[in-house]
């Protein structure tokens, strides 16, 4: 039996449900509701865990409930506990230097500032991981400032608007982990970094 791990980054709490930090978590709720599968919390793990099949391939998914800033301390948690390879380990995360629907999905790399990827990396030792990247788009300027309020933005709720774009950006990645037992993953990484939603 193959094992594909999902881990959504967020926050955990009804203040920060529905903010654009969470995202990696709203996209794991939807794929586990599709599959009617229900998050239980595991103090072991630091994180709340659904698990299903798709057909021969096990999907366990998590949602850390560290906090975005101390993310690391559940995926090392979750590596111990399952003895993971870290090619089996996809992070599904917000990013805010990308545009509002666009997704990037890469191998490894750093950071690229993010405080939940920023854990990750120093709690693994290792940037050696898959992220998938949602973009949710800059923070607007403030008015009669040359700066932008990014911590404002990335908690903030998601609206109406941006919702509808977002729901079409997560189906596409839905659509695209449940095929990682039939496609390749060269495949998946280009439709997802080509995806459109226009």
């Given at each position: 039996m193959h094992e594909i791990y999902l881990i959504g980054l967020g926050n955990p709490g009804k203040k920060?449900?529905?903010?654009?930090?969470?995202?990696?978590?709203?996209?794991?709720?939807?794929?586990?509701?599709?599959?009617?599968?229900?998050?239980?919390?595991k103090d072991k793990l630091k994180s709340s865990c659904s698990e299903f099949q798709i057909n021969n391939y096990t999907f366990r998914l998590f949602l850390p409930n560290t906090f975005m800033n101390n993310s690391g301390y559940a995926v090392r948690a979750i590596v111990d506990w399952y003895k993971v390879n870290l090619d089996q380990i996809f992070i599904?995360?917000?990013?805010?230097?990308?545009?509002?629907?666009?997704?990037?999905f890469r191998r490894k790399g750093s950071s690229g500032g993010h405080n939940g990827l920023k854990s990750i990396i120093e709690q693994l030792q290792s940037q050696n991981f898959k992220r998938i990247r949602i973009g949710i788009g800059s923070p607007p300027l403030i008015k009669g400032e040359n700066n932008f309020n990014t911590i404002s933005h990335v908690l903030g709720n998601i609206s109406l608007e941006e919702k509808l774009i977002?729901?079409?950006?997560?189906?596409?990645v839905i659509e695209s982990l449940e095929h990682l037992n039939t496609k390749?993953?060269?495949?998946?990484?280009?439709?997802?970094?080509?995806?459109?939603?226009?």
């Open positions: 920060y449900y529905n903010s654009r930090h969470n995202i990696g978590f709203l996209l794991l709720e939807k794929l586990s509701k599709k599959y009617n599968s229900n998050f239980l919390l599904i995360v917000d990013d805010k230097d990308l545009p509002l629907g666009k997704i990037r977002l729901d079409k950006v997560f189906k596409r390749k993953e060269d495949h998946i990484i280009n439709e997802l970094n080509s995806f459109n939603q226009d």
